[in-house]
């Protein structure tokens, strides 16, 4: 008979890549997950070039050899997106399988299912398929998520622990009248170019209107197409902006939208939500499971931007809706997705994995990069 696992190998992002694995990870952190459990971190992926991405995917598997070295009964819990998020950690998975430990496997991000159902040719899809039905628990973000990994896998051990978020303090928050942010990756799959050609559609009737965008992008392209639908003075393009500034932006902004064409539980929309901003979100991925339409936001059809301007329009022409929606926003939040109960559930399955809690010894991949750093 297998003895219970000591430690829990985690395999994720460097800290300091920007995303929403990281940023899970780092919530769990700061949450005390790492100091009651014993975890070791190791890093599979990092932004940068070619190179040194490939060099981050070396390291992490060597750190995995010597993981195995010092602790021969383990869980491996891996946080995976798609496509090559997802084949590098198949090389864990195998690594783990292959030793008896039990897998945890954390999907995120909203491109599996077009990964796997329109991507993967009928081997690779068999292989995705091996690893899911292999895993000991897979974890998805939202209920929608979960459905369809029961359609996907024949195991029957999927969790839903949503993505986490803190709830900032919301004294003094003052909204700037016209203000419609934007914070994720400014590109075409998250609907970027659908805000710009709403919101040309609502300049005249409201003068006030201007779209504050954050993230990394092709500012250049969307600079132009702004220019060309005549609202470039309306429209500004922050950049990768820390957690201060995104806070700032979030607390001020008088409408958050997320017009994406495909998502699982983006962590933008949860901070707007938490931070008490009426929230105009394509019904797509696990968005559904988070905005209730007319109740704590509303909800468009993906890639129409007329939808997505009539459902703006409301919210401009009417402050007092929106500040309701908003104050609901915040109330969802707050039930369902605080940091502290999202940790809860993952706890529960570690404990439910015969892993012993207790003071942990961050001996972690993590801390060595930082330290070199």
């Given at each position: 008979m297998a003895r219970d696992p000591s430690h829990i190998v985690m395999v994720g992002t460097d800290p300091r890549t920007r995303g929403g694995i990281s940023a899970v990870v780092e919530a769990w952190r700061a949450a005390g997950l790492f100091e009651r459990w014993p975890i070791e971190y190791l890093v599979s992926h990092r932004d940068g070039t070619g190179r040194e991405k490939a060099l981050a995917a070396a390291r992490g598997l060597g750190a995995l050899m010597l993981a195995v070295a010092r602790h021969p009964r383990a869980v491996l819990h891996v946080h995976s997106a798609s496509r090559a998020s997802f084949w590098r950690k198949a090389c864990y998975m195998a690594v783990a399988l292959g030793l008896g430990w039990p897998v945890v496997f954390h999907l995120h991000g909203g491109g599996f299912a077009r990964f796997h159902d329109r991507e993967c040719g009928w081997i690779r899809r068999r292989i995705v398929r091996f690893f899911l039905d292999?895993?000991?628990?897979?974890?998805?973000?939202?209920?929608?998520?979960?459905?369809?990994?029961?359609?996907?896998?024949?195991?029957?051990?999927?969790?839903?622990?949503?993505?986490?978020?803190?709830?900032?303090?919301?004294?003094?928050?003052?909204?700037?009248?016209?203000?419609?942010?934007?914070?994720?990756?400014?590109?075409?799959?998250?609907?970027?170019?659908?805000?710009?050609?709403?919101?040309?559609?609502?300049?005249?009737?409201?003068?006030?209107?201007?779209?504050?965008?954050?993230?990394?992008?092709?500012?250049?392209?969307?600079?132009?197409?702004?220019?060309?639908?005549?609202?470039?003075?309306?429209?500004?393009?922050?950049?990768?902006?820390?957690?201060?500034?995104?806070?700032?932006?979030?607390?001020?902004?008088?409408?958050?939208?997320?017009?994406?064409?495909?998502?699982?539980?983006?962590?933008?929309?949860?901070?707007?939500?938490?931070?008490?901003?009426?929230?105009?979100?394509?019904?797509?991925?696990?968005?559904?499971?988070?905005?209730?339409h007319g109740v704590n936001g509303l909800l468009v059809p993906a890639e129409n931007p007329a939808a997505l301007a009539a459902a703006l329009a409301r919210l401009l022409r009417d402050p007092a809706y929106a500040a309701r929606l908003g104050r609901a926003a915040r109330s969802t939040i707050a039930t369902r997705y605080t940091t502290e109960r999202c940790v809860e559930r993952i706890e529960q399955i570690y404990a439910g994995l015969g892993v012993r809690r207790g003071a942990a010894r961050e001996r972690l991949a993590v801390r060595r990069l930082q330290e070199s750093s």
């Amino acid at each position: 008979m297998a003895r219970d696992p000591s430690h829990i190998v985690m395999v994720g992002t460097d800290p300091r890549t920007r995303g929403g694995i990281s940023a899970v990870v780092e919530a769990w952190r700061a949450a005390g997950l790492f100091e009651r459990w014993p975890i070791e971190y190791l890093v599979s992926h990092r932004d940068g070039t070619g190179r040194e991405k490939a060099l981050a995917a070396a390291r992490g598997l060597g750190a995995l050899m010597l993981a195995v070295a010092r602790h021969p009964r383990a869980v491996l819990h891996v946080h995976s997106a798609s496509r090559a998020s997802f084949w590098r950690k198949a090389c864990y998975m195998a690594v783990a399988l292959g030793l008896g430990w039990p897998v945890v496997f954390h999907l995120h991000g909203g491109g599996f299912a077009r990964f796997h159902d329109r991507e993967c040719g009928w081997i690779r899809r068999r292989i995705v398929r091996f690893f899911l039905d292999r895993a000991t628990v897979i974890v998805a973000v939202s209920e929608r998520w979960a459905a369809w990994l029961h359609g996907a896998t024949s195991n029957p051990r999927i969790a839903c622990i949503p993505t986490p978020v803190a709830l900032p303090p919301v004294a003094g928050m003052v909204r700037e009248p016209g203000l419609v942010a934007f914070v994720g990756r400014c590109e075409e799959a998250k609907g970027v170019f659908d805000l710009l050609e709403a919101g040309a559609g609502l300049a005249k009737a409201f003068p006030r209107l201007r779209i504050e965008c954050a993230g990394e992008g092709d500012f250049a392209r969307l600079g132009r197409r702004a220019a060309a639908l005549g609202i470039g003075e309306r429209w500004t393009m922050r950049g990768w902006i820390g957690e201060p500034a995104r806070n700032a932006l979030l607390a001020r902004a008088s409408i958050f939208v997320f017009p994406s064409h495909g998502e699982g539980m983006p962590l933008a929309l949860l901070e707007a939500m938490a931070a008490g901003c009426p929230v105009v979100a394509s019904a797509v991925g696990g968005i559904p499971d988070l905005v209730r339409h007319g109740v704590n936001g509303l909800l468009v059809p993906a890639e129409n931007p007329a939808a997505l301007a009539a459902a703006l329009a409301r919210l401009l022409r009417d402050p007092a809706y929106a500040a309701r929606l908003g104050r609901a926003a915040r109330s969802t939040i707050a039930t369902r997705y605080t940091t502290e109960r999202c940790v809860e559930r993952i706890e529960q399955i570690y404990a439910g994995l015969g892993v012993r809690r207790g003071a942990a010894r961050e001996r972690l991949a993590v801390r060595r990069l930082q330290e070199s750093s």
